[in-house]
């Protein structure tokens, strides 16, 4: 079974530039999540989708920062503009959804460096 | 909202010496605790979680524990070998629906 796939797995941009990423998630798998992880830190959620349906955005900065998930399968996240404080590794992770939702299964990243 | 500590940030044994992070949470309505073990580039991957009503789950050489009044809960890996050598994060979730709240990590560094 394929795991979670996201692209790029790299991107460097200039600031001011617009970016975006990727992800599939697993097959079957309901929730959809977006984190941010910087360097030697624990990953933070940005986003988190029950199908298609935005359920917890409170940590998106949503001034640059948009997330989409049409038909409720795979998801884009963009930023525009990126700044440098924007580099860091962009995880897209997702789980079956429903009740007592435990694991979740993360894809390899998107890192990001803005110059 | 949830805030969870870890502590070491770095951890550096032996190899065939246990290793133990340690996480205090701050929600005590929080019954989901994961432990996630991530390689140098690579994803997370969860290796072992406990939920509040059991104080102790083993695994092979991973066990975890945790003590739900004192509000915090260990990873202890024994005979460690060099394939232990990673990132380890642990987190807490308030409930079935709530956010996961990640620790900043453990680099678990096993010498030969």
């Known amino acids: 079974e394929a795991g979670v796939v996201q692209s790029p797995r790299y991107k460097i941009i200039e600031k001011k530039q617009p970016v975006a990423f990727w992800c599939n998630p697993i097959?079957?798998?309901?929730?959809l999540y977006w984190y941010l992880q910087n360097l030697g830190q624990g990953p933070e959620l940005l986003i988190r989708?029950?199908?298609?349906?935005?359920?917890?955005d409170s940590q998106l900065p949503k001034d640059r920062f948009s997330a989409e998930r049409l038909k409720g399968v795979d998801s884009t996240l963009k930023i525009q503009p990126a700044e440098l404080g924007d580099s860091a590794v962009y995880l897209c992770?997702?789980?079956?959804?429903?009740?007592?939702?435990?694991?979740?299964?993360f894809g390899e990243g998107s890192r990001l460096t803005v110059l | 909202g949830e805030n969870v500590e870890q502590h070491p940030s770095t951890l550096s044994v032996q190899e065939g010496d246990s290793a133990v992070i340690k996480c205090t949470y701050s929600?005590?309505?929080?019954?989901?605790f994961p432990w996630y073990k991530q390689e140098l580039g690579k994803r997370p991957q969860l290796i072992i979680d406990?939920?509040?009503?059991?104080g102790e789950k083993k695994d092979q050489r991973i066990a975890v524990t945790l003590n739900k009044t004192a509000k915090h809960f260990s990873l202890h890996i024994t005979e460690t070998q060099p394939e232990d050598s990673a990132v380890y994060f642990c987190?807490?979730?308030?409930?079935?629906?709530?956010?996961?709240?990640f620790g900043a990590g453990t680099q678990v560094v096993v010498t030969p």
């Open positions: 992770a997702s789980s079956p959804g429903g009740a007592n939702t435990g694991e979740l299964f």
């Open positions: 097959s079957g798998h309901n929730t």
């Open positions: 989708y029950e199908n298609e349906e935005a359920v917890d």
């Open positions: 929600d005590s309505a929080s019954n989901y």
């Open positions: 406990i939920r509040s009503n059991v």
């Open positions: 987190a807490a979730k308030a409930d079935s629906w709530g956010k996961l709240q």
